[in-house]
């Protein structure tokens, strides 16, 4: 398997992400991206990941896909903080969906990833929300 610029410490890291987007392309990219480094998995909905969430499963990071809130509503994001509470959450979107990504900020999204994504962003901010080395800033143009 192909690992691009992974970093030894970060590859055994115990920690893991849960991908959670309607948009298959945006869920195959973050996954590649991400799964060198950190235990990443990839969901089409929010049931599908409070299933394999439930008991030792949770997931250290959900990555929310726009589209999930479209769907389900700005409370999506509650009730993820509900059922993994020490979870923290990122929100997939473009820039044309800045206001309910924002509004996502509100209710406790911790982070944003703004489409086009870009390996060394994506892994930086995930690194930063983490806390891992070799993180970011969360907050970058356009407020998110």
Known sequence: M???????SKAVDQRRVFVVDDDEITRAALQFMLHDEIETHELSDL????????????????ILGIG???????????DVTARWPAARILIA?????????????????HGALVK????????QKVDTILGRAGGMPLIQLGGL
């Open 2 to 8: 192909m690992q691009i610029g992974v970093e030894t």
């Open 47 to 62: 049931a599908g990941a409070y299933a394999k969430g439930q008991d030792w499963l949770q997931p250290d990071l959900v």
């Open 116 to 123: 086009p994504l870009r390996l060394e962003t994506v892994r």
């Open 68 to 78: 999930i809130l479209v769907a389900e509503g700005i409370a999506a994001v509650g």
């Open 93 to 109: 979107t473009g820039k044309e969906d800045e206001a309910l990504a924002l509004e996502a900020l509100r209710h406790g999204a």
